[in-house]
């Protein structure tokens, strides 16, 4: 497409990779259609055509972005279906990731927003800080009988309560270590998730060694705009991960996985450390890859559901593992419309978007329930929450080991 980025623009290695991608996008809507919220809003400016053309206007023109391209930016999920469709190969990340970068650096939002994004920042990459936040939620809720809290309200009520550590299992003999990332919320509020996880490696010999010194991988502040921030958080890992010999690095949430999947583009012309992290990157395996499909029987028949996160479809682009998985341990599995359109929990988006965010979820859970299944599984945390409603909603690691003659998951007893 016709651009007008300068000479100088073009040499900027940070503004580099979104005008190479502005570039190549011929405009020809092909995207729309796999667009979440282009299929429930219908609006042009809300579809990735209409985001890359307020992305070029914002990035070419430099200066403070408008109101109306950051309200239509802030409203894009990061699910990166429109990778899927896009005859061009146009790789969105690239342009969100960089448009979001130079929000956070250009707009001043107005406070409560300022305030719901630090919060989310400075809370969640912490499971310690975590804990004492959801320790406080009933108090909150108490308050906001009186005081209106806006979308504080949203965040106390998508609140889990925390939970205690779990033990890892380990094989007598392992055949292969992998790096374990410790997370942050899931370490807060579903520690059993990587308990299930590791007895499921262990017994194919496989130890999952958390990897001392990791905090947080920096997707969340990533999404946010925060560079500067999921940069510390990137350099910590890497720098963790070198300093000990692994067969690959993990971590249960496809959410964190599809990020550091790419992590080499956090950064951009980095001589240091982006061949570093695009060594990271490549060593990274996600939990369905580990596992070869294994014929069981399965401790009783279950109709299960199976939400394949974007993180899994789009990021890490391991579609239809996890379905093989379930159906060689037992599991009969109820197919669905959509499957490939977002939840709407997207990392902090259900926070920050609660309305569009809840109408994709209803559409989601209209969509799976007409399966009628026993159970829904998926392989990430801010899924499993989002979709949360009467039904059992499960990790696949846990199913699958209880499957093995793991224990019964809580949510099923
Ligand atoms: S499908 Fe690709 S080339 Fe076509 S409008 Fe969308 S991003 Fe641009
Ligand atoms: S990342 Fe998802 S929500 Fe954003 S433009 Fe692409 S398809 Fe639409």
């Known amino acids: 497409m016709r651009n007008e980025f300068t000479a100088e623009q073009w040499a900027d290695p940070?503004?580099?990779?979104?005008?190479?991608?502005?570039?190549?996008?011929?405009?020809?809507?092909?995207?729309t259609a796999t667009c979440p919220t282009y299929v429930v809003l219908g609006d042009e400016r809300d579809s990735p055509r209409g985001r890359i053309q307020f992305m070029q206007k914002m990035l070419e023109e430099g200066g403070t972005p408008s109101h109306e391209a950051v309200h239509h930016i802030d409203r894009c999920l990061s699910c990166l279906n429109c990778r899927t469709t896009c005859p061009s190969s146009v790789d969105y990340a690239r342009l969100v990731d960089k448009s979001r970068a130079y929000i956070q650096e250009n707009y001043k939002r107005p406070l409560g927003d300022r305030f719901?994004?630090?919060?989310?920042?400075?809370?969640?990459?912490?499971?310690?800080?975590?804990k004492v936040m959801l320790g406080l939620v009933p108090l909150g809720k108490i308050a906001a009988k009186v005081i209106p809290m806006g979308r504080l309200e949203v965040m106390m009520k998508k609140a889990s309560a925390p939970r205690g550590p779990e033990l890892l299992t380990k094989p007598e003999k392992p055949l292969k270590r992998i790096a374990m990332l410790p997370g942050c919320v899931q370490k807060a509020v579903?520690?059993?998730?990587d308990a299930a996880a590791s007895r499921v490696l262990s017994r194919r010999g496989i130890e999952l060694v958390p990897l001392e010194g990791a905090g947080c991988c920096g997707a969340l502040s990533h999404h946010l705009g925060r560079e500067h921030e999921s940069q510390e958080f990137a350099k910590k890992l890497i720098t963790a991960w070198e300093a000990g010999r692994y067969d690959g690095v993990f971590i249960s949430a496809t959410g964190c996985g599809g990020y550091l999947k790419e992590l080499q583009h956090v950064f951009p012309g980095?001589?240091?450390?982006?061949?570093?992290?695009?060594?990271?990157?490549?060593?990274f395996v996600d939990f369905v890859e580990l596992v070869p499909p294994t014929i069981v029987t399965p401790p009783q028949p279950l109709r299960v559901a199976?939400?394949?996160?974007?993180?899994?479809?789009?990021?890490?682009?391991?579609?239809?593992?996890?379905?093989?998985?379930?159906?060689?341990a037992g599991f009969t599995l109820t197919p669905f419309l959509?499957?490939?359109?977002?939840c709407g929990s997207a990392g902090s988006y259900s926070i920050l978007q609660p309305e569009l965010s809840n109408t994709l979820r209803e559409r989601k859970l209209g969509n799976i329930m007409a399966g009628t299944p026993d159970v829904i599984v998926s392989g990430n945390?801010?899924?499993?929450?989002?979709?949360?409603?009467?039904?059992?909603?499960?990790?696949?690691?846990?199913?699958?080991?209880?499957?093995?003659?793991?224990?019964r998951p809580d949510v099923m007893k």
């Open 14 to 31: 940070e503004l580099k990779p979104a005008a190479t991608q502005i570039r190549k996008c011929v405009h020809c809507g092909f995207c």
């Open 116 to 130: 719901i994004r630090w919060l989310i920042a400075s809370v969640f990459p912490y499971p310690a800080l975590t």
């Open 190 to 193: 579903m520690p059993q998730i």
């Open 270 to 283: 980095d001589a240091e450390w982006q061949p570093r992290a695009e060594k990271f990157a490549a060593a």
């Open 306 to 328: 199976y939400h394949p996160p974007c993180s899994l479809q789009n990021g890490l682009k391991l579609n239809g593992k996890s379905e093989a998985l379930l159906a060689a």
């Open 338 to 342: 959509e499957s490939h359109i977002c």
């Open 381 to 407: 945390i801010g899924c499993i929450q989002q979709l949360t409603d009467g039904v059992p909603v499960l990790h696949i690691a846990e199913l699958l080991d209880w499957a093995e003659g793991g224990p």
